[in-house]
């Protein structure tokens, strides 16, 4: 169950640092276990819709993209870079106003070079989601000759 | 008010969009949305190239302006899913997106998006979408 990896923790912290995330605020919540946690917070510059204040799609977007790639840095134990293949999301319901969002992803299934991950997107209650996404990255293997560019 | 008037109107409406930086551009009935490169949209410093989150929301964005234009109501319509293809890494530099408004119902729209970047034969990304038009 426990996975107390101080490596895999600074790892995954780093996904914090990438300009997109630092940009939308993201907070890394947990990595352990193939399963990463995330949240973005509420702020009136990412709101979709002023008249509800309810934060953009999009920044759902971004996070669910962005925790799919944690989850698999938590998988694999070390960071290695990805290409998302595909990300569908079903939008259940907006979210509260004025609420941020968190993100639990699950890398459930890995090959050499695929890795599967299912997440979901909730502002209060982890089992009322407002959002819920598949999605299907590339791995960039290990570094060698003829590897390490994604096309 | 003018097809003009009603994607200003969208465009200005959202923080989100300003966010992102996102403008469009109307040719006719040809709905273009452009945005234009800036740092804090890069999900990968290495190569370096845009976040998929980035181009996953303008595309949805994309898809919403066209609706907002001809489908116009004070309300928002509202995303019930999208399935998103990335196809090439998007580049440090413009991005470029088309919709194309595959069947508008009373309720529902079906939605096909496409980015490029240098070329519209070679897409980076592709989207299709639901999403439920809103009532007066």
Known sequence: ?151 | MTPEDHLRAFLARAPYIRFLGMTAELAGDELTGILPFSPHLIGNTMLPALHGGVIGGFLEMTALAPLAVTQSTPRVHKTIDVTIEYLRPGRAMTTYARADLRKVGRRIANVHVEAWQEARSQPIAALRGHFMLAED
């Open chain 1, 1 to 151: 169950m426990s996975d107390p990896n101080p490596n895999l923790a600074a790892a995954a912290a780093m996904a914090t640092e990438v300009p997109q995330a630092a940009a939308l605020g993201f907070q890394m919540v947990s990595a352990a276990n193939a399963r990463g946690v995330m949240h973005a917070p509420w702020r009136e510059d990412l709101v979709g819709d002023p008249e509800t204040g309810v934060i953009a799609s999009g920044v759902v977007t971004s996070l669910l993209d962005h925790c799919c790639g944690m989850a698999i840095t938590a998988a694999t134990g070390e960071r290695r870079p990805t290409a998302t293949l595909d990300l569908r999301i079903d939008y259940m319901r907006p979210a509260a106003p004025r609420a941020g969002v968190t993100v639990e992803a699950h890398c459930y299934h890995m090959t050499r070079s695929i890795a599967f991950v299912r997440a979901h997107a909730w502002d209060a209650d982890p089992a009322d989601p407002i959002a819920t996404a598949q999605a299907a990255f590339m791995l960039a293997g290990p570094v060698g000759p003829g590897t390490g560019g994604a096309a």
